[in-house]
C-alpha cells in the first residue's frame, strides 16, 4: 500500500522559515510529478511548486522567490523550503504525487501538515 506522510508544518512567526517533507512508501516502482498544494480555510485547494520527475520546478506566483521545492528520489521525499513566511500562507499543505506500483499508475495525496504564521 502507497502511502504519503507530510511533516514539519508548525507556528511560526512572520518572516521566519519551516521546511516541509513529504515521503512515500510501500510497493513503488517510481514517482513522477510531485506537487504541494495548500488549502485555507475556506479557500479553494491551491497549487503552490510542482517538481517533476527530472528536478524541473513551476512556483506559484505567491511563493515564488519565497519557496524553494526540492526532491531526494533516493529517499522518495520531497521537500518545501518556506521562507519569509508571512500570515497568508497560513493553511494545511499536503502534497500529491503520481506514483507507479508493479500494479498501476496513479495519483496520491497526503494527509496534510498544517502551518500557522502568527505573531
Known amino acids: 500500500q502507497v502511502r504519503l506522510v507530510e511533516s514539519g508544518g508548525g507556528l511560526v512567526q512572520p518572516g521566519g522559515s519551516l521546511r516541509l517533507s513529504c515521503e512515500a512508501s510501500?510497493?513503488?516502482?517510481?514517482?513522477?510529478?510531485m506537487v504541494w498544494y495548500r488549502q485555507a480555510p475556506g479557500m479553494p485547494r491551491e497549487s503552490v511548486a510542482i517538481?517533476?520527475?527530472?528536478?524541473?520546478?513551476l512556483y506559484a506566483d505567491s511563493v515564488k522567490d519565497r519557496f524553494t521545492i526540492s526532491r531526494d528520489n533516493s529517499k522518495r521525499t520531497m521537500y518545501l523550503q518556506m521562507n519569509d513566511l508571512q500570515p497568508e500562507d497560513t493553511a494545511v499543505y499536503l502534497c500529491?504525487?503520481?506514483?507507479?506500483?508493479?500494479?498501476?499508475?496513479?495519483?496520491?495525496w497526503g494527509q496534510g501538515t498544517r502551518v500557522t504564521v502568527s505573531s
Open positions: 500529491h504525487a503520481m506514483i507507479q506500483t508493479n500494479h498501476d499508475a496513479q495519483i496520491y
Open positions: 517538481i517533476r520527475s527530472n528536478g524541473e520546478s
Open positions: 510501500g510497493d513503488i516502482v517510481s514517482i513522477g510529478t
